[in-house]
């Protein structure tokens, strides 16, 4: 599942570059960062998406035109 997210997300930003222009914008997790010890398997895949785009963001930024953006967006689950 996160191979595929992965090449989903080297296309879009592929994409992107040809076009000269757009924005990939990633959901994530906290978990991606702290680790939960009730699911390391869903840890580590949060961690993979947050390096990927890490990966992906440093690429764009290398761009000529510099309109190609990668970025993520991270939600946490408070308690009301």
């Known amino acids: 599942f996160c191979m595929m997210k992965g090449i989903i997300l080297t296309a879009a930003f592929n ?3 040809e076009k000269g222009s ?3 914008a990633v959901i994530s997790s906290i978990a991606g960062t702290k680790g939960l010890g009730v699911a390391p398997a869903y840890s580590a895949t949060k961690r993979f998406q947050n390096t990927y785009i890490e990966a992906l963001a ?3 930024a290398g761009t000529e035109e510099k309109q190609v953006y ?3 967006l991270f939600y ?3 308690e009301v």
């Open 58 to 60: 440093q690429l764009a």
């Open 76 to 78: 946490q689950v408070m």
């Open 22 to 24: 757009g924005h990939i």
């Open 15 to 17: 994409y992107f570059k």
């Open 70 to 72: 990668a970025s993520q």
